[in-house]
Structures are given as C-alpha cells and as structure tokens.
C-alpha cells in the first residue's frame, strides 16, 4: 500500500505533481490519493501538500530496504538471503534460530532496533529504532572449529575498511572485537557458534555500529566511552550505505581469509591496532592479568606479556578490561 505513490513522487525528485496525475497514474479518487498520501507519512515521508499544484517529496526516513540494498552491492553473488526486522529481540538469536533450522550460509540477519541487543560478556547493547545498523551474518565455513574465533577479527578488518570508506575517518581496533573512532567506541561484534569436535556447523556475527545515535543520548554510563560516525563526522549517513560497504567489504575479507588465512589480513589489522606495545589488564581463562601487548599473531592470538614474566603468551580469546591510551 502506498508504494506505487511513491515511486511517482520519487520519480519527480521533489517537483510537485497533481493529485489528478497521481489518480489517474494509480486508477483511484483523489481522495484516495489523498489516503494513500496519509499512509506514507506516517511511515516517515515528508510529502508536502498545496492547493493547486498537488504533492511532492520533501524527505525519505532513513529505511534498510532489499532492493534497494542489493542494488548497491557489488558483491551481489556472495549474499544469499536478507532478512529484515523492524524490531526482534537480537538478530544473533534470530540467526541462531534460522541455522537450527537449515538457512542458507551467507544469510544477513537485520533490524532497525533491538529490544534484547546482547554484547559480550553478557551486556546489553543499546539498539534504538531509526538511527544506528544492527546485524548477523551467519556463515557455514570450511574451517576447524578452532580457528572460528578468527571471524571476529576478520569481521572488525572488513567493518573498519568500510567505516573508512564511507566517512572518511579513521577507524582503530581493540583486539578482538572493537571498533573505535577518536578513542571512543563506535562497534562492537559478538560471535556465537555450533561445532561439533572436528567440524564447525555454523557461525553466526553479531555487528552493531552506531551510526546516527547523538552522543549526548546515549545513556549516562556510555556518554564517555562511546561514539558514532555522526558524533565524529557531524553529518547523517544513510544506513542501507553503510551497509551496503560492509556487506561488500566482508565478502572480500572473507574471500582472503579462506584462501590466505587471517594471515592476509595481518597487516590490514596491525595498522588499526590500538593496543600494540600498550599495558593492558586482560581477563583470559578466568584470571585476570596485568601485562603488555605485543601484537596479534597470524592466526589472530593476541600476544601477550604479563608483568614480570619473559614468556610470550599467545591467547585466543579474551577480554582487554583496560588499557593504556
Ligand atoms: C560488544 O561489543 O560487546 C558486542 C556488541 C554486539 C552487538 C550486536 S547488535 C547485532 C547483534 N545482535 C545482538 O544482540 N548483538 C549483536
């Protein structure tokens, strides 16, 4: 309902065309036109009504559309399947839920918001409606379960590319899951899997980056520690954009992950790194321990030096809890 109007103020970029046009375009009564008119603006269109000359588009809401998606993709072919909420619980659990029951490996998972968006370590993710991009990619690679942690961090290689891409800032990264614009946390990824010994069933990405979120909104807790490209760019981003860059950027990241290894990606992280040569409290294996950052290895650990020991340690998963600016 209300698609075909669209179009038609669409087509005319914001010119004014007649409620008789657009009646005889859609074969119904202007009054009808009229509903129709109604209909859309309360989906968020700005459409502006004069006596005379009819009605025109002034603005379009922020909307993550497939067709639209897809036809910015350049890499089409990889996608397999776009799901999209208006609002779910958390699109990992979607995901999650979608590969219990067979969905396609490269299916995307969406929502405009979260009502239970989960972070690592078991805490919220704030995900309000209209602003920010909230995603799972769920994947069924031919890797050992072993190396499934890497995802993370070729997902943060793949989402700082296009971050960069989009807005023109420079994005760093926190082993093994943030993203981070001028010191502050604009992204965060949250990978969950189901393997069995010897062979990884199905991964599932969890992605959510700030995009349009006003700082000065965020909860009182956050207002220090986190961003988004609005607060740093001082402009507003189309979402389906920025999605479309990432969804592109990680087809290629995983593609020289498969065949190369994290490996290929190594210098694309080292030169975003934030923690390298810094001292860091690392919660790791139910410990936490002080120690300093040497770098990340070729297959993702982080290397690792805990104070007074001359022993490198190569840690796979883990937690920085804080760490030297
Ligand atoms: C973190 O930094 O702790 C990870 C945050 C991950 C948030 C995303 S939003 C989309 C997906 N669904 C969730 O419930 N969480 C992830």
């Known amino acids: 309902m209300g698609e075909l109007l669209r179009r038609i103020l669409e087509e005319c970029e914001g010119r004014f065309v007649s409620g008789q046009e657009i009646g005889r375009r859609l074969g119904t009564s202007r009054a009808a036109v009229w509903k129709q008119v109604q209909g859309l603006r309360r989906r968020g269109f700005g459409i502006e009504g ?4 009819g009605y025109r588009l002034l603005g379009r809401p922020d909307l993550i559309e497939e067709p639209e998606l897809f036809s910015l993709l350049s890499h089409r072919e990889f996608w397999k399947s776009f799901l999209f909420f208006p609002v779910t619980d958390s699109t990992n659990t979607r995901a999650m839920e979608l590969a219990g029951k067979g969905a396609a490996h490269a299916t995307v998972v969406c929502a405009d918001a979260q ?6 370590l ?17 994947l069924r690679p ?12 070729v997902t943060a290689v793949a989402l700082a590319a296009a971050v960069e ?3 023109g ?17 604009a992204a965060g990824i949250l990978a969950e899997m189901s393997a069995d010994p010897d062979r990884l069933r199905h991964v599932v990405i969890g992605v959510g980056l700030n995009v349009n979120a006003e700082p000065s909104a965020f909860p009182e807790e956050l207002r220090e520690k986190a961003t988004s490209l609005k607060g740093l760019a001082g402009r507003t981003f189309r979402r389906v954009e920025v999605l479309a860059r990432f969804l592109d950027s990680f087809a290629e990241c995983y593609g020289a992950f498969l065949s190369g290894g994290f490996k290929s990606l190594l210098s694309d992280w080292n030169r975003r790194d934030v923690l390298s040569g810094k ?4 919660r790791h294996g139910g410990e936490e321990v002080r120690g300093r950052v040497l770098g990340v290895d070729e297959s993702g650990r982080l290397l690792f030096r805990r104070e ?7 840690v796979a998963s883990g937690e920085i809890l804080e760490f030297e600016r």
């Open 165 to 167: 891409e989009v807005s």
């Open 308 to 314: 007074g020991a001359s022993r490198l340690e190569k």
């Open 169 to 185: 800032l420079r994005a760093t990264l926190k082993w093994p899951n943030d993203l981070y614009l001028d010191g502050r946390k």
């Open 142 to 153: 031919p890797v050992d379960p072993l190396r499934a942690p890497q995802f993370t961090l």
């Open 115 to 120: 009502t239970s968006g989960r972070g690592r």
């Open 122 to 138: 078991g805490r919220k993710w704030e995900s309000p409606p209209g602003l920010n991009l909230y995603l799972s990619l769920l």
């Open 50 to 53: 004069a006596r005379g000359a």
């Open 279 to 282: 001292r860091v409290l690392l």
